[in-house]
């Protein structure tokens, strides 16, 4: 009898836990998971979303696509920015890292100073989000930018 009572219990917190995870497993399957296989099911088809046809044509899509001269040099552009980038991002944001970590004249003000784009950002989407219809949404020096000003 105790150990129905346990099982019982454990099921109970079980559902508990699954009951709170159900929406954000609901809407990673709805808006990450779904369109990831849909749009790997389609680089398969030959798509014309005007008349809502689909022909399978199989590996053509990709051989087009690294036939394409263009392709080839814009890929290995981002292989070049990516392999430089990414490093030396890293050594200048953990460099600044430790230059304002320690206790120093003026390192407030540097702290102020890197922190500042953050929100300049959030300004800038709240203008952007007030702009006028007829104009858009297109804000320069803000939003379109990578909200780090002009």
Same mark, same amino acid.
């Given at each position: %009898?105790?150990?129905?009572?346990?099982?019982?219990?454990? !099921?109970r917190?079980?559902?508990?836990?699954?009951? @709170?995870?159900?929406?954000?497993?609901?809407?990673?399957?709805?808006?990450?998971?779904?369109?990831?296989?849909?749009?790997i099911?389609? #680089? @398969?088809?030959?798509?014309?979303? /005007?008349?809502?046809?689909y022909? &399978?044509? /199989? !590996?053509?899509?990709y051989?087009?696509?690294?036939?394409?001269?263009?392709?080839?040099?814009? !890929?290995?552009?981002?292989?070049? &920015?990516? =392999?430089?980038?990414?490093?030396?991002?890293?050594?200048? +944001?953990?460099? =600044?890292? %430790?230059?304002?970590?320690?206790?120093?004249?003026?390192? /407030?003000?540097?702290?102020? =100073?890197? #922190?500042?784009?953050?929100?300049h950002?959030?300004?800038c989407? +709240?203008? *952007? !989000? #007030?702009? *006028?219809?007829d104009?858009g949404?297109?804000?320069? /020096?803000?939003?379109? *930018?990578? +909200?780090?000003?002009?």
């Open positions: %009898m105790q150990r129905a009572n346990e099982r019982r219990n454990q !099921l917190k079980d559902a508990l836990g699954w009951s @709170f995870l159900l929406p954000s497993l609901l809407f990673l399957g709805c808006f990450t998971i779904y369109p990831i296989v849909k749009a099911i389609n #680089s @398969f088809q030959k798509v014309n979303l /005007g008349k809502q046809t022909q &399978f044509i /199989g !590996l053509k899509n051989t087009d696509v690294f036939n394409d001269k263009v392709f080839i040099t814009v !890929l290995g552009n981002t292989f070049k &920015f990516a =392999l430089f980038v990414i490093p030396l991002s890293m050594v200048i +944001g953990f460099f =600044l890292a %430790m230059l304002v970590k320690r206790e120093a004249r003026g390192v /407030g003000f540097a702290r102020a =100073l890197l #922190s500042q784009h953050r929100a950002h959030r300004l989407h +709240g203008v *952007d !989000l #007030s702009a *006028d219809t104009r949404l297109y804000q320069p /020096g803000c939003q379109n *930018d990578g +909200g780090y000003g002009a």
